[in-house]
């Protein structure tokens, strides 16, 4: 049996995650957002968040209000962000409860949470990528557990987002790696109303078996000494053999889907007294009682917390709402590269094609930047990108720096938001401009939101490097150009050099930029062979040469018309 004080622990938290929700309930059109809260799953979420440690990372999802509780946030300050308060620690307002994200030093880290069911585990598991990569190259600036152990990455969502396609992704890549991960599960056979024989062919403890080094565990996640000791097992799992591990909780739903959508609208009678036979608070009491506890103390531990989260509810909302003139902050981190600087045109300089502008500069990057590393299709040494774009980099900076991935662009894409926040700085690619449709989703949903929804706390910094346009036959699928939909994309930074001087400079600033930059690099003048494109050679600027965004030089001026009829899609640079 876990030691009484424990016990007692998670009975406070339970019955004080329990008054919230009911007082949520009770005020709702106080509530200025729509909320999720943990009831029925609180016993798993305790059990986990009492044994993480503040050197740990952590992304819950939107139904992980103890998880929360657990980790040390105070029912207040979960209340600013459910009223949209200016000193919401997470957001500042600007998103919506029990979306956290948090760089507390006494709690464990946590990256943007979206609302997309599923997403997470990516750049999750980047973090988890991140650690691990840390651990061989830079263990020195890693955290460690009371114990002397290295953190780990715990990531949080329920059954239904399992089915996901980006989940496969994100298992497939912490399998094959053997990541410092542990995925938590939680399966209330529910995913709003459609029920599992609608929406899975397994649960995710099978589904989970063919993913070969992915361990996997089970647990009443109801009953909190049982997932105790289920989360105990796979925490010093990963801590210590520091591999991957998926734990599947079952727990009932308590409370409604969401405040919007409402239990009784989908559920019968039947189910919610078949869930509520499971309600994880009178089996914590039970097993107290048995312990020693007395029914007075008890109750008194119930009224104390309801007491302290009316009053703390009250408190919230008094607080003071964000000032309207702030709402456009943080949608970029200010980048330090706001000067042209280093010599474009050296003396002894020779002309470059723009594909090896663009090698060179990662090249002398790499070289500076230990932290430095680049990943996506066929760029590790064997091939070196399919248009020599990453020639001899694999060779010389070696597979953990650089390496081949499977094709998974959403995987290459978003895994950047947790290697970014480890303080790394990731240059990816996808291999084809019409291949980043199935990144596109985390670029937008987690990477051009983090920076804003995080209240400037996890700006992404990354470079996406994509090879785009017309060259050589590509037909349909081969030859797309895709700017007009990355500039709809607020959060992100888009550079289109059209030389191999402004590509060195230009891929310079974007990796020194702390926002997602995605490198457009067109096939066509690559090599300067395409008829009229040879003015795309340029003299190779200095190892120091870095070009703002925003001041781009004037190429040909008075093109425009000829543009508009997509006569000539891109200025040459004079
Ligand atoms: C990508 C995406 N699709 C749809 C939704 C809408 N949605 C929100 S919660 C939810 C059900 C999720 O079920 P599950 O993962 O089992 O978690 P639970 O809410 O049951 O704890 C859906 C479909 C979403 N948020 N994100």
Redesign the pocket.
């Known amino acids: 049996m876990l030691k009484p004080a424990i016990l007692l622990q998670a009975y406070e938290l339970m019955a004080t995650a329990r008054a919230m929700s009911e007082l949520y309930d009770a005020n709702k059109s106080v509530c200025r957002y729509v909320h999720?809260t943990s009831r029925g799953h609180e016993a798993i979420q305790l059990a986990t968040g009492l044994q993480l440690q503040p050197c740990d990372w952590m992304s819950p999802y939107y139904?992980d209000d103890s998880l929360l509780l657990a980790t040390g946030f105070t029912p207040y300050e979960l209340m600013l962000q459910l009223l949209a308060k200016r000193d919401d620690p997470f957001s500042g307002g600007r998103s919506y409860y029990c979306h956290p994200n948090s760089k507390d030093p006494d709690k464990p880290s946590i990256i943007h949470q979206s609302?997309?069911?599923g997403?997470q585990t990516i750049p999750t598991t980047g973090l988890a990528q991140g650690i691990q990569f840390m651990e061989k190259k830079l263990p020195d600036q890693l955290g460690r557990t009371t114990e002397g152990y290295l953190p780990i990455a715990l990531c949080s969502?329920?059954?239904?987002?399992a089915t996901e396609g980006e989940v496969s992704e994100a298992l497939q890549f912490a399998a094959l790696k053997q990541l410092p991960i542990v995925y938590l599960v939680?399966d209330?056979d529910?995913?709003?109303s459609a029920s599992v024989d609608e929406v899975r062919a397994m649960n995710v403890f099978d589904y989970a078996a063919g993913f070969k080094g992915l361990k996997r565990l089970q647990c009443n996640g109801s009953d909190f000494e049982q997932a105790y000791a289920t989360m105990q097992e796979a925490i010093t799992y990963c801590r210590t053999i520091r591999r991957p591990v998926l734990v599947h909780a079952t727990v009932p739903?308590l409370g409604h889907?969401t405040s919007g959508v409402r239990k009784e609208f989908y559920r019968s009678q039947e189910d919610l007294d078949l869930h509520a036979l499971n309600d994880p608070l009178p089996k914590l009491r039970k097993t107290l009682l048995a312990t020693g506890f007395t029914q007075v103390e008890l109750d008194l531990v119930e009224t104390e917390a309801a007491s302290r989260v009316a009053q703390d509810f009250e408190k919230a909302q008094q607080a003071d709402e964000p000032p309207p003139g702030t709402v456009a902050d943080h949608v970029f981190a200010p980048t330090s590269v706001k000067e042209e600087s280093g010599q474009r045109t050296p003396a002894n300089g020779e002309k470059v094609m723009m594909v090896d502008a663009a090698l060179h500069a990662v090249e002398e990057i790499m070289e500076t930047y230990p932290e430095a590393i680049l990943y996506g299709q066929d760029v590790g040494a064997r091939l070196g990108g399919v248009f020599r774009e990453a020639a001899t980099l694999g060779g010389k900076f070696g597979t953990e720096r650089v390496f081949n991935t499977a094709i998974q662009e959403a995987y290459i894409v978003g895994s950047t938001a947790g290697l970014s926040a480890l303080g790394l700085k990731p240059i990816v690619e996808v291999q084809f401009a019409d291949y980043i449709y199935p990144g596109l989703n985390q670029l937008v949903t987690e990477l051009s939101k983090s920076c804003y929804l995080t209240n400037g706390k996890f700006p992404v910094q990354m470079v996406l490097r994509v090879p785009t346009g017309a060259y050589g036959g590509g037909g349909p699928y081969h030859s797309g150009s895709i700017e007009s939909t990355l500039l709809s994309i607020k959060g992100i930074k888009v550079a289109y050099p059209s030389n191999a001087a402004d590509m060195k400079g230009l891929m310079k600033a974007a990796f020194l930029d702390p926002n997602p930059v995605v490198m457009l690099e067109h096939k066509g003048l690559y090599w300067s062979k395409v008829p009229g494109t040879d003015e795309a050679r340029k003299l190779e600027p200095d190892k120091e040469k870095f070009l703002p965004f925003g001041p781009a030089p004037t190429g040909i001026p008075g093109q425009i018309p000829k543009i508009q009829k997509g006569k000539k899609g891109f200025h040459i640079y004079e």
């Open positions: 999720s139904r609302s997309a069911t997403m969502f329920g059954d239904g987002s939680q209330n529910w995913s709003i739903l889907h």
